[in-house]
């Protein structure tokens, strides 16, 4: 039997809660990007909301959950594109490629995304639940890009350790993601994919040469 016209169902409440509490966050996300921690209120993020601050303090009993709430929504959103960026390509080296292309798009490589991850970065020494939060995830992140260099090593037979690849290639998207914070101007999206591209060809000629797989790696910055 349909639902009477004008009234809420369940479902319909648990969505609009959802969609809220989404909101919130996502004003949240907008603040910090704007203007850091330092002085971050409920209220801030109520007026950029354009909500009460009783609606806030309704989904999110203090300003320290609101914010791990935040945290652990961008640490989940960035791994499940990663992991829904390598689950097509069948071999390491292109699942690799996949992970470096995924790292760059803009989805996830953006100013004001990049502005609010080292935002929490530099609050993490003093609020070890913001560590807590996404340490398992970046784990995961690290342990897959390890692995797939050592798949990659074995497959090539290289006399190399790919712990240390790894490592260097996760330092250089790094590097490049702090380049689009603070020179945004200056960053290209499809020079900074193929610098990885290049590093890639030079530790595994075997596998990443020529000039049609460097570029590979940059066709989707367009």
């Known amino acids: 039997m349909p639902a ?3 009234v809420v169902t369940p479902l ?9 509490r989404q909101h919130l966050i996502d004003a949240t996300v907008d603040e910090i990007a704007v203007s850091g921690f330092a002085d971050l209120t409920l209220s801030k993020i109520s007026r950029r ?9 309704f989904h999110f009993t203090s300003k320290e959950q609101l914010l791990v709430e935040t945290l652990r929504f961008l640490t989940e959103e960035y791994r499940e594109f990663w992991h829904k960026a390598i689950a097509k390509p069948k071999t390491p080296a292109e699942r690799l490629l996949a992970l470096v292309r995924a790292d760059f798009h803009p989805k996830v490589c953006n100013r004001k995304k990049i502005a609010v991850f080292y935002a929490f970065w530099g609050e993490a020494k003093s609020r070890p639940t ?6 398992t995830a970046d ?7 390890s692995d797939l260099c050592a798949q990659i090593v074995e497959d090539g037979g290289y006399d190399i350790d790919p712990a240390p690849v790894a490592k260097g290639l996760r330092s250089m998207i790094d590097g490049l993601w702090l380049e689009l914070l603070l020179s945004p101007q200056q960053f290209r999206r499809d020079v900074a994919m193929d610098i990885c591209a290049r ?8 596998h990443f040469t ?5 570029g590979a790696i940059a066709e989707t910055a367009t």
């Open 49 to 57: 909301a354009r909500v009460s601050r009783g609606l806030v303090n």
């Open 139 to 145: 784990r995961e992140f690290a342990v897959t890009l």
């Open 4 to 6: 009477t016209k004008g």
């Open 12 to 20: 319909r409440r648990v969505e609009k809660k959802a969609a809220t």
């Open 210 to 214: 020529g000039n049609e797989l460097i």
């Open 130 to 135: 913001y560590l807590e939060v996404s340490a």
């Open 199 to 206: 590093y890639l060809a030079g530790v595994f000629p075997r």
